[in-house]
């Protein structure tokens, strides 16, 4: 089972249509951060930003906003959705739930080739963490969790874990640029070892840790900026 390089998706983006071009740009700003939660968007903003014409950017946002990577919070204006506790509830029970299963699956179907790509991801994500380097380390890490859950052959579960990661990617831009990733039990090289031996109880046992350890990162920072109760 081959996963897509990088550079493959590059190219593939290049043959897209324009609007599916402007969706996945527009996609990804959202889903690492570069559009921070509460940020408003206009239509003009976008298209000089991304340099497209404003009927494919009406469409990014129309398709965005139906995912929930979006929001319209009244007077047209388009807002990345700021999270609260309850949200953040919800999106870390809904992760624990599919994301062990989908490392469980992955383990049994990884090939020598496929663990190889897993571990030079990853080791560009530790470079990443080295060289303090945010963004870097936002779309290693995201790219380390995407090839491995396509590696679960289980599509539907697969979208439907995108969709969460929309959701949350704001915030966890701002977490990691505030505290950072540093100094957190590397969950990572655990389910490389286990993918290694085809352990799925061990991939799908660390990917929950990983998970958890994710999202009360976050819910850590929703509460710092809370501040005491009154």
């Not at 994301?99 to 530790?126: F, G, H, K, N, V």
């Not at 799908?204 to 009154?230: F, N």
Request: hydrophobic content about 45%; overall charge negative.
């Amino acid at each position: 089972m081959k996963l897509i390089t990088l550079a493959q998706d590059q190219a593939g983006r290049a043959g897209l249509p324009v609007h599916e071009q402007v969706y996945r740009r527009l996609r990804e700003m959202v889903l690492f951060g570069d559009l921070e939660p509460g940020q408003p968007v206009t239509i003009q903003g976008l298209t000089d930003h991304l340099g497209a014409g404003m009927t494919p950017v009406r469409e990014a946002l129309r398709r965005l906003t139906a995912e929930g990577a979006l929001q319209f919070s009244g007077n047209r204006r388009i807002t990345v959705p700021v999270l609260d506790a309850a949200a953040i509830e919800e999106l870390a029970l809904a992760r624990a739930a599919l994301e062990p299963e989908l490392a469980r699956r992955a383990a049994a179907r990884a090939s020598a080739q496929d663990i190889a790509q897993l571990t030079a991801t990853d080791a560009r994500l530790d470079r990443a963490i080295a060289a303090g380097d945010v963004s870097l380390y936002l779309r290693e890490n995201h790219r380390f969790h995407a090839e491995l859950t396509a590696l679960a052959g289980a599509p539907i579960l697969q979208s439907v874990v995108d969709g969460l990661w929309l959701r949350f990617g704001p915030s966890l831009r701002a977490v990691c640029a505030g505290a950072g990733p540093l100094g957190l039990p590397d969950r990572h090289k655990d389910m490389l070892a286990a993918i290694g031996r085809a352990d799925g109880d061990a991939a799908a046992a660390a990917m929950a840790l990983d998970v958890t350890q994710g999202m009360e990162r976050i819910a850590a920072h929703l509460d710092e900026r809370s501040g005491p109760a009154d």
